[in-house]
């Protein structure tokens, strides 16, 4: 597109109206024209189309013949077909099968069409963006997996001049947002995998170096095996954490809902988190009917309560106590996950559930900062099952975490 304008296949047997609509949308779009689905074809070989459309009845093909015939080296055109209302059940079938943008019934009225080419040209739009990004961040997750933790290192103040350097050179508004994503998400990807990626080396290799004595402490060796587990457990998290995050950012996914007992809910999330519970010897007190079933989606509700017990376990020191809660209030389900932590700053609670905002404190008992991904994570998800997620919290007496499921989600 040198003239920055969309272009568009008009396919249609009837030679008055390729010329009507010409006149009509020339000056607004590059117009091509076509009398058959074979010329169609043929026109597509040579230029990048971006919008398609075709009447229902020509002699040769079809117009959903057509359409369907391009279906796997055209799918990302947007496509709409001009029908009579005899035609119509069939365009319906094609809507549903994922073939169709939209139809339109003779005569077509020229405003409507207008606002109907509009509306498709700008879901073209926001496609093509959506997938430039989604192949730029999985090849930097990519790249990021094959880099050893001296590589990770160097990479990091490479990877934000280069990105500085591309928002400087954006020249538009949009491009700059979508930098600054980019550059957001790798920064934080970087600063919350260097840690646990040092410690499976670091672990790994006391491991070898345990392997290499003549008599092996089983014990001492199976703390480091759990330490490795641990670590990669939480880059594993980190990871699904940002992937789902963009994922809710860019559309309301599908639940897996199915009804799930509460004690397969809890126990499957106080599993991933065991090592760290027992390292601080933390103890779990359980305020729920084990036998009560919600239906939810069980994965990511088990990742919400991982991410919410992982965060409390950063913010609270050894031989304390966490509450694990599930009530029925008011048609709602509502979990809370009590620590006897640090606690948060008042000022600070409104800002917890933002994307990226950092939470760590003075008294952090671990004195590392997360960018809060995990935070973010969870009040996406709890978002998806139509529910609302809360903190409440005290300095020096701990943080209360609270988020509803509707008891009737379907």
């Not at 498709?120 to 997938?131: E, H, P, S």
């Not at 559309?251 to 809902?257: A, F, H, I, T, W």
């Not at 809060?372 to 020096?396: M, N, P, Q």
């Amino acid at each position: 597109m040198q003239d920055n304008r969309f272009n568009i296949l008009y396919v249609d047997d009837e030679e008055f109206n390729l010329t009507s609509f010409k006149a009509i949308f020339r000056r607004d779009y590059n117009v091509f024209t076509a009398t058959s689905g074979k010329a169609g074809l043929e026109i597509l070989k040579t230029t990048d189309i971006h919008l398609i459309i075709t009447d229902q009845r020509m002699p040769d093909m079809t117009g959903v013949e057509f359409l369907e015939s391009i279906s796997d080296d055209y799918m990302f055109v947007r496509r709409i077909i001009i029908t009579g209302f005899s035609d119509i059940e069939a365009i319906i079938r094609a809507i549903n099968k994922g073939n169709i943008y939209r139809y339109i019934t003779k005569p077509w009225d020229v405003n409507d069409l207008k606002i109907t080419i509009q509306n498709a040209l700008n879901a073209y739009r926001t496609d093509k963006a959506n997938r430039t990004l989604t192949i730029e961040l999985q090849m930097k997750l990519n790249r990021i997996e094959e880099l050893t933790a001296e590589q990770l290192r160097l990479q990091e103040e490479k990877f934000k001049q280069e990105a500085e350097k591309k928002i400087l050179e954006a020249e538009s508004k949009k491009l700059k947002e979508i930098q600054a994503i980019r550059e957001e998400l790798s920064n934080m990807i970087v600063h919350d995998l260097k840690n646990p990626l040092g410690l499976v080396i670091g672990y790994a290799k006391m491991a070898e170096e345990q392997l290499a004595k003549p008599e092996i402490d089983q014990k001492v060796f199976l703390q480091f095996v759990k330490s490795i587990m641990q670590a990669g457990n939480n880059m594993l998290t980190l990871v699904l954490n940002i992937l789902d995050v963009y994922r809710f950012e860019n559309g309301k996914p599908s639940l897996r809902l199915a009804p799930i007992p509460l004690s397969e809910l809890f126990d499957t999330s106080l599993d991933r988190v065991s090592f760290g519970l027992d390292k601080k010897n933390i103890t779990i007190i359980r305020e729920y009917d084990p036998e009560l079933k919600i239906n939810l989606d069980k994965e990511l509700i088990s990742r919400v309560l991982v991410n919410l017990l992982t965060n409390s376990l950063k913010f609270t020191s050894r031989d304390k106590r966490f509450w694990l809660g599930c009530s029925n209030e008011e048609n709602n389900y509502i979990f809370y996950v009590r620590d006897e932590g640090s606690g948060i700053p008042e000022e600070k609670l409104d800002q917890l559930f933002k994307r990226f905002s950092q939470i760590s404190t003075a008294d952090d008992v671990q004195g590392v900062k997360s960018t809060g991904i995990g935070l973010t994570f969870v009040k996406y998800a709890v978002e998806a099952h139509s529910g609302t997620v809360w903190v409440e919290s005290e300095l020096d007496k701990g943080s209360s975490f609270f988020f509803s499921v509707p008891s009737n989600l379907t």
